[in-house]
């Protein structure tokens, strides 16, 4: 558990603006988690911000999460049900709505140091100023592996529990009996004394009515009749049987239908089009043109898009169209050797200690460009009229979607309406800052309004307009000692992998000497998060260049790393797992070899093996085991389904895809180069969790980064090459 520091404390007050005293001041009259909403619907009780208790005791647990696949939806909804005591039977789900008060300021507390746990007397302040910031940046993220460790642990449980003391206050207040007495089992209230019992439907009226407890109690890990228990994910039976709604489904009477081509070389404006061969097609009715784009508005997405080829626009020269992917590695380049440099992490004199080792090695790796490469693609319905903007989406934050529009659209926020569908696969494709799409079909919309406009990218938009995973060249130098353990790591990389105690770039293990420095380099390509950020490229990067030392020092990879785990137990124990889940020690099948890596990051450690196999030159992966310590696991069977996923969309970019750049523009442009694994490429996967009692980590990230090193790693073991950029090829 973090402890609460005097930066914090300091943090706390200025996050209002007022100071800490406002924050106190305002605490029992602030707008946040534990407020009794207003019965918004005549018939259910809102007993806090997420909770909603129908006459007939169904409940409707409302989560400021998206629900692209990762099951946040469930997870959240085990743990307010938990503390509340619902029956799981009555147990329904929404997503929030893109409003003010949905604004999750419990993502604000995850991301700030010491604010994650605080003393119990400062949490409703700090829930309130976390709350104040998240309304001003417009934060309703899902992202970052966030949604179970921050929403659900700080605020799911507590809402839970706060309506299940309100309901017990309630049923003690119409039985004239002590608090005290009533217990809260399968959505009743209990008085045994007398044998009363009342649903709580019948209490939610009358706890609607009474004062939050500013602290109620939550239960303990043995008390828990849910939380641990693999149950199915709620959004399931709607997206086997067709019934689940993405961005992509949304049909409105009288809709129009628009097709986008933006400027191929990021950073170039449209300079001029024809418009004569679209509008001679059937069905078109307009030709729109955006600062860096062109669309066609049609009365069929097919009709829009067969027209949007038939044009020839032409769009500005910039310098960065001679730039390829050969030059701006040799802009990366350039940054590695020049001057200067930052500290992401620093201790001891590596530097130093690198003269006079007993051995040093040395190694470069790297990692292309890549696209997301969601199954739907980029989508948004806008309808925009003089005093009204409504979209319907699917993104990561839709209050950030919300501000967007509203500026585009020249409202005020509380005119637009945000609805935010199911999503096919997002990976950071749809966080803010990379909802240009939203944008376009706001900006389409008004230019036909009072008409709505479905916009829908094709595969070739989506691919070549993408806010791409950046390409990184990671440096490394380390000293042995005598015995072959490392005593000094010096690495350097271009970009930024966030700096600290947590970089990512930072070594799990042991080495009392470290000089890790970031640079920066100029690209015109368009960059944004991937599925684990900075983790994706610095786990290929650290575990890759740990199997080389552990080589060079004639020693077990495994071995070796155990061994410079022995300060660090949760570690420790989940590579022992992961090796003893995969028979580390017992000879693999003819013709077969293994490799090990660990990462530890978003509050998780995950260790993998991969077993691989060369055949006809191309790396089979045949097999993987993953050990995974995530600490309290909420849903053991939506966890191992996102470990297992996390490992197919890490194997993606440690086998497959790439992208690359020719005269400034992306060269791929569909599933034909850039490809992602098929059915046939999919290894088994062995998934097992340590037990834990530590807080809740993130899950659905942290399943990736391990999965590429283990394979170069097994490559090596099988071959004797070692293979230090991805997407990995053997000569």
Request: glycine content about 10%.
């Amino acid at each position: 558990m973090n402890k609460w520091t005097r930066r914090a404390f300091i943090a706390t007050g200025g996050l209002v603006g007022g100071g800490l005293a406002l924050g106190i001041a305002g605490i029992a009259l602030a707008p946040n988690r534990l407020t009794v909403m207003g019965d918004d619907d005549g018939k259910s009780a809102r007993l806090t911000t997420w909770i909603k208790l129908a006459p007939d005791s169904t409940l409707t647990v409302l989560v400021p999460h998206c629900e692209m696949g990762q099951g946040a939806h469930t997870a959240l909804a085990m743990m307010l049900a938990e503390e509340l005591e619902a029956d799981w039977a009555t147990v329904r789900v929404e997503e929030a709505p893109a409003e003010d008060a949905y604004a999750n300021g419990y993502l604000v507390r995850v991301f700030t140091p010491g604010m994650a746990h605080v003393p119990g007397f400062m949490e409703r302040a700090v829930d309130f100023a976390s709350l104040k910031l998240s309304q001003r940046m417009e934060m309703q993220v899902t992202g970052g592996s966030t949604a179970v460790r921050a929403t659900g642990e700080l605020g799911m449980r507590v809402a839970g529990a706060t309506a299940k003391a309100m309901l017990l206050q309630a049923a003690a207040e119409r039985w004239q009996v002590p608090a005290s007495e009533c217990v809260a089992r399968s959505s009743k209230v209990l008085h045994s004394g007398s044998g009363r019992s009342a649903s709580f439907g019948e209490l939610a009226s009358a706890a609607a009515k009474l004062e939050p407890p500013s602290r109620p109690t939550l239960k303990s890990a043995d008390q828990y009749t849910l939380i641990g228990k693999p149950i199915p994910r709620l959004d399931i039976p709607a997206k086997v049987d067709g019934s689940a709604r993405y961005g992509i489904d949304v049909t409105l009477p009288g809709m129009l239908y628009a097709s986008v081509m933006a400027a191929p070389v990021f950073g170039a404006r449209l300079a001029s089009v024809d418009e004569s061969p679209a509008l001679d097609m059937p069905g078109v009715k307009r030709v729109v043109k955006l600062d860096d784009a062109v669309a066609v508005v049609a009365d069929s997405y097919w009709r829009a898009l067969q027209a949007l080829r038939r044009l020839t626009p032409s769009f500005t020269q910039t310098g960065d169209s001679q730039r390829s992917s050969e030059s701006l590695h040799k802009d990366i380049v350039a940054a590695l050797e020049g001057k200067e440099s930052k500290v992401d992490y620093s201790s001891g004199d590596a530097v130093a200690r690198l003269s006079g080792a007993a051995k040093t090695v040395a190694a470069e790796y790297q990692v292309p460009y890549l696209a997301h490469a969601t199954l739907e693609p980029m989508s948004a319905t806008a309808w925009v009229t003089a005093d009204r903007c409504e979209v319907w989406t699917g993104v990561q934050d839709p209050l950030a979607a919300r501000g967007l529009a509203a500026k585009v659209a020249q409202l005020e926020d509380q005119r637009v309406t945000v609805h935010n569908m199911h999503v096919g696969g997002a990976f950071g494709r749809r966080l803010p800052g990379s909802q240009d799409f939203v944008e376009q079909a706001v900006r389409i919309a008004k230019a036909m309004a009072p008409k709505p406009v479905k916009l829908i990218w094709s595969r070739e938009e989506d691919i070549q307009h993408d806010f791409y995973r950046p390409a990184v060249i990671g440096r490394f130098t380390a000293a042995l000692d005598a015995g072959g353990m490392p005593v000094a790591w010096v690495s350097k990389f271009n970009g930024a992998a966030g700096g600290g105690d947590e970089s990512p770039a930072r070594p799990v293990y042991a080495i009392a000497n470290q000089d890790i420095r970031s640079t920066r380099n100029n690209t015109h390509v368009r960059l944004g998060s991937w599925r684990s950020v900075a983790y994706s490229q610095h786990g290929f990067f650290n575990e890759s260049f740990m199997d080389e030392l552990a080589h060079a020092a004639g020693k077990d990879p495994y071995e070796y790393r155990h061994e410079l785990l022995k300060d660090a137990p949760r570690q420790r124990a989940v590579l022992e797992k992961a090796a003893w889940i995969a028979g580390w020690g017992a000879k693999p099948p003819p013709g077969r070899a293994r490799g090990i890596a660990l990462v530890a990051g978003f509050g998780s450690i995950v260790a993998q093996v991969a077993e691989v196999e060369i055949i006809d030159g191309r790396i089979k992966v045949h097999q993987v085991w993953a050990a995974v310590d995530c600490g309290r696991v909420i849903n053991p069977d939506g966890a191992a389904a996102q470990i297992e996923g996390g490992i197919i969309f890490g194997l993606s970019a440690a086998l497959f895809s790439e992208i690359t750049i020719r005269d400034g523009r992306v060269v791929q442009s569909n599933f034909a180069d850039y490809p992602l694994p098929k059915l046939v490429d999919a290894p088994r996967i062995t998934v097992e969790f340590i037990q834990s009692e530590a807080a809740p980590g993130g899950i659905g990230e942290p399943g990736v980064p391990p999965i590429a090193p283990a394979i170069a790693n097994a490559v090596f073991a099988a071959t004797g090459q070692r293979l230090r950029s991805l997407p990995l090829r053997l000569a």
